[in-house]
C-alpha cells in the first residue's frame, strides 16, 4: 500500500493513474512474498500447507516462483492483465492455507488471525481488480505515454 501511495503521489512516481500505481504496489507485495518463500518464513509457510495435500516444500517453493513470475509480470506492460488476474487466482486458491494456520494456531502475529487476514486478502483482490480494469479500459501504455500540452 505504501508504494502504490508513492508512485500515485510522488514525482518520482509519476502515476496517472490507480491502477498504474496498483500495478507497482503489487509488484512489490509480491516481490516481498515470494522470496519469503525462500528466506526467512520458509519453514513457517511450509507448516501452513493443509497436510491433505502432498510436497508442502514443494508447493512453496512453487507459489514463491509463480509470485516472483507475476511481479515481473505486473511490471511488463504486454503481461500486466494476464500478471494481475493470474495472480488474483492464486491468492483466492492459496487462501484455505490461511484459513487452516489461523485454525490451528500457526499463527504468530496479530495480521495472520483469519479476520485481518481476509481483510487484507480482500485489499489485494480489490488491488488486482483495479489493476485488471484498468488495463481492459486504457489499453496497455496509455498511462505511461506522454499527455499533449494544453495551451489556453
Do not use: C
Amino acid at each position: 500500500m505504501v508504494v502504490t501511495a508513492l508512485v500515485r503521489f510522488t514525482p518520482l512516481g509519476g502515476a496517472r493513474t490507480w491502477a498504474n500505481a496498483s500495478r507497482f504496489g503489487l509488484a512489490a507485495m509480491f516481490t516481498a512474498t515470494g522470496i519469503a518463500h525462500f528466506v526467512g518464513m520458509r519453514e513457517e509457510l511450509i507448516a501452513m500447507v493443509p497436510p491433505s495435500l502432498p510436497e508442502p516444500g514443494l508447493l512453496v517453493s512453487v507459489t514463491g516462483v509463480l509470485e516472483l513470475l507475476g511481479a515481473i509480470g505486473l511490471l511488463v506492460r504486454p503481461t500486466t492483465r494476464a500478471a494481475a488476474i493470474a495472480l488474483g487466482l492464486m491468492l483466492v486458491v492459496m487462501f484455505p492455507a490461511n484459513v487452516y494456520a489461523a485454525t490451528h494456531g500457526l499463527i504468530t502475529e496479530w495480521v495472520d488471525h483469519l479476520i485481518p487476514r481476509t481483510l487484507l486478502q480482500i485489499v489485494f483482490l480489490v488491488a488486482i481488480a483495479v489493476v485488471v480494469r484498468g488495463e481492459s479500459r486504457s489499453g496497455a501504455g496509455r498511462d505511461l505515454a506522454p499527455q499533449p500540452v494544453r495551451t489556453t
